[in-house]
Structures are given as C-alpha cells and as structure tokens.
Nanobody, 115 residues
Framework: QVQLVESGGGLVQPGGSLRLSCAAS????????MGWYRQAPGKERELVAT???????KYADSVRGRFTISEDNAENTVYLQMNSLKPEDTAVYYC?????????WGQGTQVTVSS
C-alpha cells in the first residue's frame, strides 16, 4: 500500500501563487508516475500535470507555462508550483501515484482563487 498526503492548498487572489506538496509513504517503487489532478464543482476530474520517473513531465494546456511539477526523489515528495493563478483554477487538487499497475490517490486539497 501507498499513502499520499497533500498540503499547501488555500485561498489566493488572482495572479497569486501557491505550492502544493504530496508526500508518498509505504511500499514505494522507484519506477513510477506521480501527478496532480483537479476537480471543480460540477465538472469531471481532469489531469493537471504528471512527472514520470522524476524527470519526464506533462501538462494540461490550460496550465502550461504557469504551473511547474517537480519531484524530490529522496523525500518521495512531488510538488506543484502554481503561478499566475486564475479563478478557473479553483478546484480540489488530488495527488496521484501510479506504480506496478496500481494507482493511489490522496485525499485532496482545496485551492480557491478569488478576490
């Protein structure tokens, strides 16, 4: 089993920044993909960004150039630096880890962008 604990959400004004963190623990394998997804009220959960094996990244078009995903392999922690936040970025953000055919989810952290 793998446990994922997210932190860093909150309320921020448009144009502001936040950094989300997701710490993984348990049965950790080095070959993996970690990512962030988000779900706004009334909408389906969508991919925000992923990082595979600590270096190969992918971003949704809506966040590319504003968000940066990174990973500290020593700490088994993935980060999402979010800059130039917009009201449409408001959602619950979920951490995800895929390894050995299994997928794990964090509990989610709320990000609200509002003036």
């Amino acid at each position: 089993q793998v446990q994922l604990v997210e932190s860093g959400g909150g309320l921020v004004q448009p144009g502001g920044s936040l950094r989300l963190s997701c710490a993984a623990s348990g049965n950790i394998f080095s070959i993996n993909t970690m990512g962030w997804y988000r779900q706004a009220p009334g909408k389906e959960r969508e991919l925000v960004a992923t990082i595979t094996n600590g270096f190969s990244t992918k971003y949704a078009d809506s966040v590319r150039g504003r968000f940066t995903i990174s990973e500290d392999n020593a700490e088994n922690t993935v980060y999402l630096q979010m800059n130039s936040l917009k009201p449409e970025d408001t959602a619950v953000y979920y951490c995800n880890r895929a390894q050995s055919g299994q997928t794990y989810w964090g509990q989610g952290t709320q990000v609200t962008v509002s003036s």
